[in-house]
């Protein structure tokens, strides 16, 4: 009875350590925090764009909703105009996305776009998306923020 239950112990442990090796095989985690890109200004995926971000209120606070001025020019300096934005974004330590749904709400002139309904409810790594589509072509950014 105890050979029985020791073996059934063992098997239990022994599953459980290679569950625990395979998470680690098959997803070794993100990326290190200090080799992360905090960069609020950068080319597009495509080069299409240069995209600049910035957030209304800065430092950023969390559980607030706020505004973020996301301005576009082309790799020359033009501003772009007439843009159409999506944003998306979360926490891909968390693999959740962003706890609102955040819009372009209006274009400011000068190739700058207003987009509200940020929130970001925790600390840790976020990530904003943006889809841009423009003159130049359909192209997007990601930015790393760490809150």
Known sequence: MVGAMFRIIAFVLSAAALAFAA???LNPGS????????????????????????????P??????HGWVVTL????????????????GGMPDHGHGLPTSPEMTA????????VEG????????????????AGPGKDSATFNLQL
């Open 60 to 65: 950023i606070e969390q559980g607030v909703l």
């Open 118 to 133: 940020v929130r970001f409810n925790m600390g840790g790594w976020w990530v904003l998306e943006f889809e841009i589509d």
């Open 107 to 114: 274009e400011l002139g000068e190739g700058r776009y207003q």
């Open 73 to 88: 020019t082309t790799p020359a300096g033009e501003a772009v105009e007439g843009a159409a934005i999506a944003v998306g």
């Open 23 to 25: 998470i680690f095989l």
């Open 31 to 58: 990326e290190p925090a200090a080799t992360r890109d905090l960069s609020r200004s950068k080319a597009s995926d495509n080069g299409l764009y240069v995209v600049e971000i910035a957030p209304e209120k800065d």
